[in-house]
């Protein structure tokens, strides 16, 4: 069997780690695979080649991606999707591994539905936001990169007794925010699933703060939240109250670095698996982890409503800021 593999949208780390286990396990089954390189962009523009099992040396603690990525708007048209399929049915490859997250396998689930090519998802985000899965490949190193960028802040906000705002990634899930709020001890988030996102809650939060005694506090602000976007909360808050606060937008930083433990395991276990499932004939999956364990969803799952951030999350962010 002839496979392809690309990694799509936003890069992740331990996508890496995926490709290597997919080129090896196939490899080892005697299977040939065939990088793509951009994405669904280098798909269309037929950038790919043969992907051998020592191309993949020394690339499980890089961060990135060796294929490189892409977004591809003009995948959303039917006839460049046709283009896609007749690009690979002309190179022999009949199955596709696709690491990505949400656009990357709601493209695949239009490939496979309208050209039967055969298809298997691997998660990778750092926005953990897919259905179906506990873990998206990349949230693990994203989140401790947050984590530990926010210690830093903090020795200096307790020094100077200064209001921080620190936006972080996730499009339009509170996961990630929510997440590192609670690992660096923040004393308020701000997400787009919360049920108490308003200006006035966080500013009622604060004071609260201030009155127990609290001279320095570090907001998280997920980047896609109702209220703004931390910039627009901070000038907000200097305007109504000539707050002497900063702003940090960690942005990027997010999404490089050398993948955790947890993401290269994930990697390395999805890759191996998507191959071992192709091979015995299945399709149209994605793979992931539910309460610890592997778990495959049907490619189509990808259409279902994204994951919130847990209910108690977000209260248990101000409880332990008292
Ligand atoms: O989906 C991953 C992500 O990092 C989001 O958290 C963020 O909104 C987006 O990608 C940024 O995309 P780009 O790198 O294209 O600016």
């Not at 930083?253 to 299945?282: F, H, K, M, N, T």
Request: proline share 4%; charged share 20%; with cysteine.
């Amino acid at each position: 069997m002839k496979l392809g593999v690309l990694t799509s949208g936003g890069d992740a780390p331990g996508m890496n780690a995926a490709i290597r286990a997919v080129v090896r396990q196939a490899d080892a089954l005697g299977h040939e695979v065939y990088g793509i390189y951009r994405g669904y962009q280098g798909l269309l523009d037929g950038d790919m080649a043969p992907l051998a099992t020592r191309s993949c040396a020394n690339i499980l603690q890089r961060g990135g991606t060796i294929l490189r990525t892409a977004r591809c708007p003009e995948f959303h048209q039917p006839e460049r999707r046709a283009d896609a399929a007749g690009r690979l049915k002309a190179v022999g490859i009949e199955a596709l591994v696709i690491i990505g997250g949400d656009g990357s396998f709601r493209a695949a689930e239009a490939l496979s539905r309208e050209h039967g090519i055969a298809c298997a998802g691997i998660p990778g985000t750092i926005d953990n936001d897919l259905p179906g899965t506990d873990r998206t490949l990349g949230f693990d190193t994203a989140l401790n990169t947050a984590v530990e960028a926010i210690d830093r802040i903090r020795d200096t906000a307790s020094s100077h007794g200064r209001l921080f705002l620190v936006e972080v990634m996730g499009r339009s899930s509170g996961i990630l925010a929510v997440h590192t709020a609670i690992a660096c001890g923040a004393e308020a988030v701000l997400y787009p699933e919360s049920p108490d996102d308003t200006y006035e809650a966080l500013v009622s939060q604060l004071h609260a703060n201030w009155i127990r005694g609290k001279r320095s506090s570090i907001v998280v602000v997920a980047e896609g939240d109702g209220v703004g976007n931390a910039m627009a909360v901070g000038a907000r808050l200097e305007g109504d109250y000539g707050l002497d606060l900063r702003v940090v937008v960690l942005g990027h930083i997010q999404r490089g670095g050398s993948p955790s433990a947890l993401d290269r395991i994930w990697g390395s276990r999805w890759g191996s698996e998507a191959v071992l499932r192709l091979a015995r004939g299945e399709r149209d999956f994605y793979l992931g982890e539910v309460a610890g364990a592997m778990a495959a969803q049907p490619i189509s799952r990808v259409l279902d409503p994204h994951p919130v951030p847990a209910k108690d999350l977000g209260a248990l962010v101000s409880v332990l800021a008292r």
